[in-house]
Nanobody, 128 residues
């Protein structure tokens, strides 16, 4: 079992920065692939980033590449999403999620259905 709690969301002006945190409980955290997704009103949940530590790979959606950075601290059971140069279109509820490591293809980790644990979400609002 893994429980995830996000924090760090808020209201920021365009061009600003926020750092989201996702605190995990459960002994299996270190063995899980962690990812971030977001969902804007009226839209489907979309992939943001994933850290595939087992292969030394980091995935980003094209829309956030070069602006967002994912990282994790296993000692603190926490995964982070540093978000810079924020845009109004980044406004959404952001969720962290955990997935098992056994998917063969990296592309699996773009799919929210492959993640079996989810946090409650944190709202990020970017004003223009």
């Amino acid at each position: 079992q893994v429980q995830l709690v996000e924090s760090g969301g808020g209201l920021v002006q365009a061009g600003g920065s926020l750092r989201l945190s996702c605190a995990a409980s459960g002994r299996t955290f270190s063995s899980r692939i962690m990812g971030w997704f977001r969902q804007a009103p009226g839209k489907e949940r979309e992939f943001v980033s994933s850290l595939i530590w087992s292969r030394g790979r980091i995935l980003y959606a094209d829309s956030v590449k070069d602006r967002f950075t994912i990282s994790r601290d296993n000692a603190k059971n926490t995964v982070y999403l540093q978000m810079n140069s924020l845009k109004p279109e980044d406004t959404a509820v952001y969720y962290c999620a955990a997935a098992p490591t056994y998917y063969y293809s990296d592309s699996a980790y773009y799919d929210p259905r492959k993640y079996d644990y989810w946090g409650q979400g944190t709202q990020v609002t970017v004003s223009s």
